[in-house]
T-cell receptor
Framework: EAEVAQSPRYKITEKSQAVAFWCDPISGHATLYWYRQILGQGPELLVQFQDESVVDDSQLPKDRFSAERLKGVDSTLKIQPAELGDSAMYLC???????????FGPGTRLLVL | KQEVTQIPAALSVPEGENLVLNCSFTDSAIYNLQWFRQDPGKGLTSLLLIQSSQREQTSGRLNASLDKSSGRSTLYIAASQPGDSATYLCAVRQAGTALIFGKGTTLSVSS
């Protein structure tokens, strides 16, 4: 069964350093999402792509976060500089259409020291 | 602004018991509602998707219902097993938005 791939699975970094996360959605899924999940909370959307275009990045802290999906397939989420409050699980999801099931990857757990 | 609430926040039951998890949402204008399972430190696994025109969906021992007009959904788990122990999240989809999640219910099933 096709899955959403994410890497790395875990990342430990120091405050003010740059980090990057990678996501490869299920083949053929045009819509890709990045969510952030703080421990004990539900995931919250950071950015949504439709093919290579950003559909919603209203909750993305654009002073330090950036996201791209250059060829409309895989995607990269970057944080520069990382802050202590960025420690969280970063989840990628994809879907075939807006009425379809969203499939999530295993996530990247980030710890900022 | 849509808000999703899940009650209870945590639940402990003995193996074999049937149980119900609750999810409520404030804006009934949704496209669909999805239930997920999350094991500690892992990603989300989709359990059931209910479209706004549907009343319920079933998969094995799981049954999810949706009452859009009252803003409520329930996830029924029959004959619970220790392997069902996890956090269960519900999320709603509205026009032009990504999923909006509740905080989840953490279920513990003891043998």
């Amino acid at each position: 069964e096709a899955e959403v791939a994410q890497s790395p699975r875990y990342k430990i970094t120091e405050k003010s350093q740059a980090v990057a996360f990678w996501c490869d959605p299920i083949s053929g899924h045009a819509t890709l999402y990045w969510y952030r999940q703080i421990l004990g909370q539900g995931p919250e959307l950071l950015v949504q792509f439709q093919d290579e275009s950003v559909v919603d990045d209203s909750q993305l802290p654009k002073d330090r976060f950036s996201a791209e999906r250059l060829k409309g397939v895989d995607s990269t989420l970057k944080i520069q500089p990382a802050e202590l409050g960025d420690s969280a699980m970063y989840l990628c999801a994809s879907t075939l259409g807006y009425q379809e099931t969203q499939y999530f990857g295993p996530g990247t757990r980030l710890l900022v020291l | 602004k849509q808000e999703v609430t899940q009650i209870p926040a945590a639940l402990s039951v003995p193996e074999g018991e049937n149980l119900v998890l609750n999810c409520s949402f404030t804006d009934s204008a949704i496209y669909n509602l999805q239930w997920f399972r999350q094991d500690p430190g892992k990603g989300l696994t989709s359990l059931l998707l209910i479209q706004s025109s549907q009343r319920e969906q079933t998969s094995g021992r799981l049954n999810a219902s949706l009452d859009k007009s009252s803003g409520r959904s329930t996830l029924y788990i029959a004959a619970s097993q220790p392997g069902d122990s996890a956090t269960y999240l519900c999320a709603v989809r509205q026009a032009g938005t990504a999923l909006i999640f509740g905080k989840g219910t953490t279920l513990s099933v003891s043998s």
